[in-house]
T-cell receptor, first 114, second 114 residues
């Protein structure tokens, strides 16, 4: 019974490139959440998705960032034209339904922009 | 935006000592959660609190949901070396935000000397 799987674990991109981060939720979970963590900081909510729908994107930067959770396959967080300030750990969590029951985090993707 | 003030920022203690950390907010929260994060990993849930005044234990850990709904504390008794890590409080605010949108504190970094 695998947990929340995120890949890659580490990603290095040059400024201006695109970064694609993947999150496969736990089996039976249809709700996915993305968070960003800067060094020495807590996690900051970015976006909440259900299959094929964005429920809450109040924490997403307005430009260059997008997220999807298609009917089949993992959720993708996409960052276009990355800048140094995008360097952070990006965590995904999933839950079986609305609310916090079973809300579980993955191990994260560490993005470094050089 | 809403913030959680977590203190202390860091603690250096001797093995066997008790530890106490807390989180406060200027606004009311419906849920308080305490997480532990180890290097290179995602946060792992330790204790969840759902009702004002609730006191919950998980082994050597005890947490309480403050009666004003604006604070919570976590105690660790008889610390051991494997307690080392960063402890985060997180909460679900009563006003606004979707059900999966958690607000995190900045963390308390715990170091334990054997």
């Amino acid at each position: 019974n695998a947990g929340v799987m995120q890949n890659p674990r580490h990603l290095v991109r040059r400024r201006g490139q695109e970064a694609r981060l993947r999150c496969s939720p736990m089996k039976g979970h249809s709700h996915v959440y993305w968070y960003r963590q800067l060094p020495e900081e807590g996690l900051k909510f970015m976006v909440y998705l259900q299959k094929e729908n964005i429920i809450d994107e109040s924490g997403m930067p307005k430009e260059r960032f997008s997220a999807e959770f298609p009917k089949e396959g993992p959720s993708i967080l996409r960052i276009q034209q990355v800048v140094r300030g995008d360097s952070a750990a990006y965590f995904c969590a999933s839950s079986p339904g609305q609310g916090l029951y079973g809300y579980t985090f993955g191990s994260g993707t560490r993005l470094t922009v050089v | 935006g809403q913030q959680l003030n977590q203190s202390p920022q860091s603690m250096f203690i001797q093995e066997g000592e008790d530890v106490s950390m807390n989180c406060t907010s200027s606004s009311i929260f419906n849920t308080w959660l305490w997480y532990k994060q180890e290097p290179g990993e995602g946060p792992v849930l330790l204790i969840a609190l759902y009702k004002a005044g609730e006191l919950t234990s998980n082994g050597r850990l005890t947490a309480q949901f403050g009666i004003t709904r604006k604070d919570s504390f976590l105690n660790i008794s008889a610390s051991i070396p494997s307690d080392v890590g960063i402890y985060f409080c997180a909460g679900q605010p009563a006003d606004g935000g979707s059900q999966g949108n958690l607000i995190f504190g900045k963390g308390t970094k715990l170091s334990v000397k054997p």
